[in-house]
């Protein structure tokens, strides 16, 4: 079956210019996370959703970020004002419902800040 | 707060050695989750292991085996006879309650030659 899959894979982008990240989790996995990995910082979560709660953003860096989820499926990860501290591999990952509920990455899409 | 620390950055072996991951977890909860993945230089994170902590039962899988020992808050990864598709960052990662965020080890990159 297909896994979790991201797009775009690379974006170049202005210091300044907003950008969006888009995630199509693997279908029937009700919870969706963003995390970042950068060589600075490493493995770091962003953004949780799962099903219809309110999503646990305390991973979000600034107000600069937010995400949204769209009929329990697809996540769009909006930065705004992009920093070049921004620059990193944006990692988006999903899980099923259930005791197993191991985490499934896609490939990422690199971000940079130019 | 939960922390993993992999005191390893860097291990270069070569093929057919033996090699183990170090990874050492701290959390206040009595029910957590830890896990093992691979980063190949593809890029794209790959699942290896998840045990709760109630299982403290090694694991084999082929050539690949984990050690859970909740004394000493560890949770090491031994790859026997490595091969060079071995190679890759491996990651540890811990998780507190069933599909909260994962919080992740900064990364062993071993080089199998």
């Known amino acids: 079956g297909a896994g979790v899959s991201q797009s775009p894979s690379n974006k170049v982008t202005e210091k300044g210019k907003d950008v969006e990240l888009r995630c199509d989790p693997i279908?029937?996995?009700?919870?969706l996370y963003w995390y970042r990995q950068s060589l600075g910082q490493g493995l770091e979560f962003l953004i949780y959703f799962q099903g219809n709660s309110a999503p646990d953003k305390s991973g979000l860096p600034s107000d600069r970020f937010s995400a949204e989820r769209t009929g329990g499926s697809v996540s769009t990860l909006t930065i705004q004002r992009t920093q070049q501290e921004d620059s990193a591999v944006y990692l988006c990952?999903?899980?099923?419902?259930?005791?197993?509920?191991?985490?499934?990455f896609g490939p990422g899409t690199r971000l940079t800040v130019t | 707060a939960q922390k993993v620390t992999q005191a390893q950055t860097e291990i270069s072996v070569v093929e057919k050695e033996d090699v183990t991951l170090d990874c050492v977890y701290e959390?206040?909860?009595?029910?957590?989750?830890l896990f093992w993945y691979k980063q190949p230089p593809s890029g794209e994170l790959v699942f290896l292991i998840r045990?709760?902590?109630?299982?403290?039962q090694n694991e084999i899988s082929g050539r690949y085996s984990w050690n859970f020992q909740k004394s000493t808050s560890s949770f090491n990864f031994t790859i026997t006879a490595s091969q060079v598709v071995d190679s890759a960052v491996y990651f540890c990662a811990l998780s507190e309650e069933v599909r909260s965020a994962l919080t992740f080890g900064c990364g062993t990159r071993l080089q199998v030659q």
């Open positions: 959390t206040r909860d009595t029910t957590y989750y």
């Open positions: 990952a999903s899980s099923s419902l259930g005791r197993t509920a191991v985490q499934y």
């Open positions: 045990r709760n902590s109630f299982d403290e």
């Open positions: 279908s029937g996995h009700t919870a």
